[in-house]
């Protein structure tokens, strides 16, 4: 069983900023990509920004420059640090990773249960 526990989240006013954080935890043999995704309502679940083991990072157009995701490999961790908010950021933010549980030969997807993240104005 793999787990992908999300935190950080919250309520904060337009221009600030929050940490969003994330753990993978469970039977992992091998994480390929950690990331965020995120849902606002009434929309489609998108793409917020992603981070590959060595180190090669998407951004989204809308998080470029103002997020920055980063990883320790050593405690199967990502973070998300989103700056200059925008009441447009208000979503449920989900952790995303592609793993290789240890009993498995493939990589797979998994969700945690997303933060909510609220941005006022």
């Known amino acids: 069983q793999v787990q992908l526990v999300e935190s950080g989240g919250g309520l904060v006013q337009a221009g600030g900023s929050l940490r969003l954080s994330c753990v993978a935890s469970g039977n992992i043999f091998d994480i390929k990509t950690l990331g965020w995704y995120r849902q606002a309502p009434g929309k489609q679940r998108e793409l917020v920004s992603t981070?590959?083991?060595?180190?090669?990072?998407v951004y989204a157009e809308f998080a470029r420059g103002r997020f920055t995701i980063s990883r320790n490999n050593a405690k199967n961790e990502a973070y998300l640090q989103m700056s200059a908010l925008k009441p447009d950021d208000t979503a449920v933010y989900y952790c995303?990773?592609?793993?290789?549980?240890?009993?498995?030969?493939?990589?797979?997807?998994?969700w945690g249960k997303g933060t909510l993240v609220t941005v006022s104005s």
């Open positions: 995303y990773g592609a793993i290789m549980h240890r009993l498995s030969s493939d990589f797979e997807d998994y």
């Open positions: 981070i590959a083991r060595g180190g090669g990072i």
